[in-house]
């Protein structure tokens, strides 16, 4: 087992990743459950899947698992089902020391971390993340929030898990698609940080697509700590470093509004290409080699996702993708910065971006 902590300072936990630690969740994290009544906050996909594995686990151990099923998807994110799993839990008579668990994806992660942010001004929760998204990024760090009718993500709060149990099985009832999306975070850390990982992607991505266990285990572990590293170091993303786990996020964000936030184009599919586009517009500033710009786009071509902008058959221009930008939640007093790349594993903040070149860049790309 993988066990990898999270330094934030008077909060400290851990990050455990190994195969079977759902089937083990009593013994895992039986240590923080403080009453016999123990809620749970899933979607019903992922309960069909693994509901039975937490409940059989929880209840040998003589605890009486509460659950709240909600719908999957991005909408769930909102405030009435926020409202709807307050009311719940505070029908369920949970307290501030006691722990509330999700069980999911990043929508539920994100979901029910803010309701434990909330609940009674703040209680403890457990992150049970069952997508490769959520196991390499959303449950770790903090980062909750719900959706509203301006935007995305533009209601949370920053409100650190106790715990978070990685268990690379749940990935084997994943959809595909959904795998490849939060593959595109998984490099992400080789692009922003480390070399070597991003070249362990080129090598033995296509194994961890396919489902390979090693493979699977060893990149939620290696993304892990790459993201606990920078989180311990930037809890609040004030100092700079947390930014660049935005790499790729900026232009992605223009293209998820552009399609309307849908599953035309999940967000780590619109990532991926952002990331595509991060290098390249970085190759054309002269700040990455053009032969490392291409290898990114290489990567995500060569496991079949979308890896040009022009496949994803936008009628827009450059102009209004710039327009969708200025609208992101990471506008800073009437800038934008853009996390840029030096190389592969060295990426940086762009305050001094003009938009016009990135609309004519986006206008090249386009076509
Ligand atoms: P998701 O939670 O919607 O899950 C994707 C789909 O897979 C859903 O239909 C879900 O029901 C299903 N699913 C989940 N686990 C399954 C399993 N093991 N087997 C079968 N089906 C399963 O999407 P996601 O990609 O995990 O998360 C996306 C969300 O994460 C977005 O809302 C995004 O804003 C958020 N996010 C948050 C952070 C953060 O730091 N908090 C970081 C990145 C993304
Ligand atoms: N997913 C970006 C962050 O946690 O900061």
Redesign the pocket.
Known sequence: MAVIPVDIAGRPYEVRVAPGLLADLAGQCGALLRKARVPIVT????H???GATVEQSLVAAGFEPRWKVLP???A??SWAQLADVVDWLLAEEVERKDHVIAL???????LT?FAAAVLKRGCNFIQL??????QV?????????I?TAAG??LA?AFHQPSLVLADPL??????PR?VA??YA?VVKYGLLGDAAFFAWCETNGAALMSGDPAAREYAVATSVAAKAAIVAQDEFETTGQRAL?NLGHTFGHALEAQTGFSDRL???EAIALGMVLAARYSARRGLIPAHDALRVGAHFAALGMMSELADLGLNVDGQTLVAHMLHDKKMDAGTLSFVLMRSIGDAFLARDVALADVASFLDEQLK
């Open positions: 979607d019903v996909n992922v069909a899947a693994w999957a998807g991005e769930t994110k999911g994806g990043g929508v539920i992660g994100d971390g993340p069952t997508t490769l998204l959520a990024d959303s449950s770790v760090g903090g980062k909750t929030a959706n995305k993500n949370g749940t990935l084997d009832t994943l959809p959904e999306a939060g975070e786990l999940l967000h780590g």
